[in-house]
């Protein structure tokens, strides 16, 4: 049978191919993205935007009831900000924080062994009483040792941890504070980051239009299934007591998802709630993206696949929810790429005559999903009408997140599964470094 005379007029060459190839060709050669891409970050998302749609009633209903518990409990809680050279961006944090619709705060900043002019501000901005604490290391012990140093001030039933190049909406503490009296088992919430910096060029449009479909959609449904893996350090609160117990912080890279995982594992439900939002800005150039990433990306495997495996094993304290938490972390990120180049060899060599069909489909199929993705958050979202300023860039994210972003994270991991890179991070200062080395952190 012939292709439809109106159809083959209309239709670009590559469709027509396709359209004449049959289902199970384009199966066999698009396995990958209709198995696993599509399923995950289509279907899945859309049934949870369905699912929240049909509860919505019911779930403002109990967020009010919980955000009344709030402030009929008005909790006493402690924000802490850890940073090194965050001098120019202290006093816009006070200033945001002041602005909060939540008030009953102390303010604990530690200065991690800052060059630049962090400790006058700092304490100048505690003089005026704008910190509640400001304490300074002369000496660089890292994020995680900062963290701790404020955490041994805190005085507050629930712990926030902020980015100090943060800004916040007006009422983003309360937010993230209201899931806590949803659910008693509730130990740690995470906040919404979002892309401050995003109309600055092609390489932060990329990252924010990132940021909605990973955090904001990603979180959004991981939350909702009960497989929410990681609380960004950019904002996250944390109930002071567990994490006490859990003695804080251990050395990263990779603190944020290894804090979660320790919550996970002590019992306690992790819930990511969309409407607290935090603004923060990214990196300015791919090559700086890179850095970042890289150290990202090797805290997979160093914190998922070998620090905390033991959620996988039967035990007396396994958990299903954890072991599916990170399972899926760990198989979308890590598996899937080592599938994704073996995809690639396996359609080189049996479909190399057929390469000039096969390039602009999957183009073509990663372009729809790519919109059909910021569709989706444009529903849940409170800045649709200025997210939409990212639409016409979406595009450009088949070579980002596709190519890019995969062959970042095929270094970071091939680094740190075989030579344990990530303990060379300067991220992390050196003798921070060799004690988790010798810790097995």
């Known amino acids: 049978m012939g292709i439809n005379p109106i159809l083959e007029h209309i239709l670009p060459d590559f ?41 919505r009633k019911q779930r403002a209903r109990e967020w009010e009831e919980a955000r009344q518990l709030l402030y009929a409990n008005n909790p006493f809680i402690s924000i802490l900000v850890p940073g090194k050279n965050e001098g120019k961006n202290i006093y816009k944090l006070v200033k945001s924080l002041k602005e909060q619709t939540y008030q009953n705060a102390e303010l604990i900043v530690v200065d991690d062994g800052s060059d630049d002019d962090t400790p006058i501000i700092g304490k100048s901005l505690e003089k005026a009483g704008l910190i509640t604490k400001f304490i300074r290391n002369d000496v660089r012990g890292g994020k995680a040792s900062a963290a701790n140093l404020a955490l041994t001030f805190a005085t507050g039933e629930i712990m926030v941890h ?217 529903l849940i979202s409170e800045r649709k009408w200025e997210e939409l300023k990212l639409w016409p860039y979406v595009p450009f994210m088949t070579l980002y997140t596709g190519l890019f972003l995969r062959i970042v994270r095929t270094r970071a991991y091939y680094d740190e599964l075989f030579f344990r890179k990530s303990y060379d991070d300067p991220w992390n200062p050196t003798k921070s470094s060799d004690q988790a080395r010798a810790n097995a952190f």
């Not at 396995?31 to 899945?44: A, D, N, P, Q, S």
């Not at 050395?251 to 019992?267: A, E």
């Not at 190399?352 to 999957?362: E, K």
């Open 15 to 55: 469709l027509e191919y396709w359209y004449h190839g049959g289902w199970s060709k384009f199966t066999r050669i698009f396995w990958h993205f209709l198995v696993f891409e599509f399923t995950r970050y289509i279907i899945l998302d859309y049934l949870i935007i369905f699912w929240r749609w049909l509860h």
């Open 162 to 378: 902020l980015d100090a190049d943060c800004s916040f909406d007006r009422d983003a503490i309360e937010r993230v504070l209201v899931p806590f009296y949803l659910d008693e088992n509730i130990g740690a919430v995470g906040g919404n980051v979002k892309v401050r910096n995003y109309d600055l060029n092609l390489a932060t449009r990329c990252q924010a239009m990132e940021y909605l479909k990973t955090i904001g959609m990603g979180r959004t449904t991981t939350s909702e299934l009960g497989v929410y893996k990681i609380i960004s350090g950019a904002f996250g609160a944390f109930r002071t007591d567990v994490i006490k117990g859990l003695y804080g912080w251990d050395i990263g890279p990779g603190l944020d998802g290894d804090i979660t995982v320790k919550f996970r594992k002590s019992g306690y439900r992790i819930f990511f709630e969309p409407t607290a939002i935090c603004l923060t800005s990214v990196p300015i150039n791919f090559k700086i993206l890179k850095k970042q990433r890289l150290r990202w990306d090797k805290s997979i495997i160093r914190f998922r696949v070998r620090k905390h495996n033991n959620v996988f094993a039967p035990n007396a304290g396994f958990e299903w929810g954890t072991f599916a938490a990170l399972f899926e972390n760990i198989f979308y990120n890590v598996v899937l790429d080592i599938m994704w180049w073996l995809y690639i060899i396996d359609i080189i060599i049996n479909y190399t005559g057929s390469l000039q069909w096969i390039i602009p489909m999957n183009i073509f199929l990663y372009l729809v999903a790519g919109y059909a993705q910021m569709f989706a958050y444009f």
